[in-house]
């Protein structure tokens, strides 16, 4: 009994959180499907999604065993945008969180805050990736809409994800970026202004503001924030940044940002 319990025990590594963690189900056995991955070469991370069954009482008992994690979300994720394009105005509970999946802020934001939103307008996902059957409940319709899954169960070998270097990235560098992407989306109109960013990344309008003031800062310190490395930034306190972007003067606002550097060492 013993060695039972200690087979049912998940490896530690299933705590990683996927996209879809929490609404996933086998299709092929009702079962709830875990998010987990493992390592090659401390390199290479293959990310999974594994039905509990199989993993509890052997892959020969649920032919759906696990399916490659980053394919399973990029299917989800399109066939969310392609039906929501046309349905989005039937689905007034989660219009926010619809308008931030289909809009081009989408693709900025930290995978914490696009699980939030997914789980907003899905209630539950259904995949068996044998029969290529891909099935999602959405929260305001209650009904289950099936597409085809386009995936397969080989091996997906995927380098470290742009959004998981991007959470090693200093906090300034992040905010910085992000409001030249702003800048950009609300000069071809896809955003209307500060407001509206908040709302479709979840912030608060003063977090908004200060990201953008930012944009103030001379050009040289927006380059060397980009371009600097993590360990130099990370010293370095937000506030004080944003506090320099109120200067108008350039050269003051450089040897502010020295004075800076040289205090946070």
Partial sequence: ????????????????????????????????????????????????????????????????????????????????????????????VCQTEIEALLSPVWDTLFPAEKRRIIKQIVKEIDCNADTQRLGITFYDAEVRQEFDAGITRSRFKKQWKKEEQLQTEPSLRRSLLLAHQLRRLMADGTITGNKHAAELLGYNKTKI???????????????????????????????????????????????????????AL
């Avoid at 299933?14 to 390199?43: D, N, P, R, V, W």
């Avoid at 980009?226 to 350039?250: C, G, H, M, Q």
């Fill in 1 to 92: 009994m013993a060695q039972y319990k200690t087979d049912r025990v998940q490896a530690e590594n299933t705590e990683f959180t996927g996209l879809l963690t929490g609404i996933l189900k086998c299709k092929a056995c009702g079962s709830t499907m875990i998010h987990t991955y493992t390592m090659k070469k401390k390199k290479f991370k293959y990310r999974y999604y594994v039905c509990t069954s199989a993993q509890k009482q052997g892959i020969s008992y649920c032919p759906n065993r696990s399916i490659p994690g980053q394919l399973l979300e990029d299917a989800v994720v399109k066939r969310l945008k392609d039906y929501l394009a046309n349905k989005a105005p039937t689905m007034p």
């Fill in 209 to 263: 503001e200060h990201n953008m003031n930012l944009l103030m800062l001379a050009p040289a310190i927006q380059d060397e924030i980009i371009n600097a490395t993590p360990e130099a930034l990370n010293i370095i306190a937000e506030y004080k940044v944003r506090d320099l972007s109120f200067e108008v003067d350039w050269k003051k606002q450089s040897d502010l940002w020295r004075e800076a550097k040289r205090t």
